[in-house]
């Protein structure tokens, strides 16, 4: 996680990618979360409309006068493509988390600061996942989604680890996700059987039990 003080005379070198940002009080840890196709555009965008008095958002505006210009950080939460959907998703799973300044509480327009606020829905979002699905990636493409993957904070903070018991709940392997379980197994489909193992609704994935690590219930029945 990068993180950048607002400067008056807006000479921050400030990376000019797709991201999910936050703007934070630093002396309570309130965030306003937003994304962008543009980070150091948005940077400058937000910052001149603080100094200005004339941000949108009223709850980060009263704050920043309130507690002042030195109070206030600009942290780059994680870089990503620059997918509209995958900005908003992404988007979305900060604000539930951490998004205290956010008037809105749904994702809301990538590019712009206004912008009517959009929600996706589960159709959109099954739309989404139906479109990579079907899409071929090129070696580069796959390769970048991959790094991204592996250094997104947000797939870190998710990320369970399993355990993999024989039928006769001998203990055979742990595995530090459930992809990396289906990996063993040579099969990242069998990420779907593996969690639904791992949430009791079947009994057995690819002829084994599967737990999570830190489940209360971890009796392998």
């Known amino acids: ?10 000479q921050v070198n400030l990376p000019k990618h797709a991201g999910i940002y936050a703007i934070v009080n630093i002396l309570n840890n309130k965030k ?14 937000h910052f001149n409309l603080l ?11 009263n704050a920043y006068n309130k507690y002042g210009n030195s109070s206030f950080e600009f942290w780059i939460l994680e870089q990503c493509d620059d997918i509209p959907d995958t900005l908003l998703l992404l988007e979305q799973k900060y604000i539930d988390s951490d998004g205290n300044y956010n008037i809105c509480k749904i994702a809301g327009k990538t590019t712009g600061i206004k912008g009517k606020a ?17 899409r071929i990636w090129t070696k580069e493409e ?27 709940n001998k203990l055979l392997n742990e ?6 379980a289906a990996r063993y197994l040579k ?35």
């Not at 996680?1 to 807006?10: C, R, V």
């Not at 100094?51 to 505006?61: D, E, R, T």
Request: with cysteine.
């Open 187 to 221: 099969n990242e489909n069998a990420r779907v059987s593996i969690k639904r193992c791992c949430q009791r609704k079947q009994k057995l994935a690819y002829n084994f039990k599967w737990r999570y690590k830190y489940d209360n219930k971890n009796d392998k029945q």
């Open 142 to 168: 796959l390769e970048r989604r991959s790094l991204l993957m592996k250094n997104s904070p947000l797939v870190a903070s998710q990320r369970k680890p399993v355990l993999q018991y024989s039928t006769d």
């Open 32 to 45: 306003y979360v937003g994304s962008t196709s543009n980070l150091s555009k948005r940077y400058r965008q």
């Open 118 to 134: 959009h929600k996706i829905t589960e159709y959109q979002r099954s739309k989404i996942i139906e479109a990579n699905k079907n």
């Open 1 to 10: 996680m990068e993180k950048f003080k607002f400067y008056y005379n807006g």
């Open 175 to 180: 595995f530090d996700s459930i992809m990396s």
């Open 51 to 61: 100094v200005k008095n004339k941000h949108i958002n009223i709850h980060l505006q």
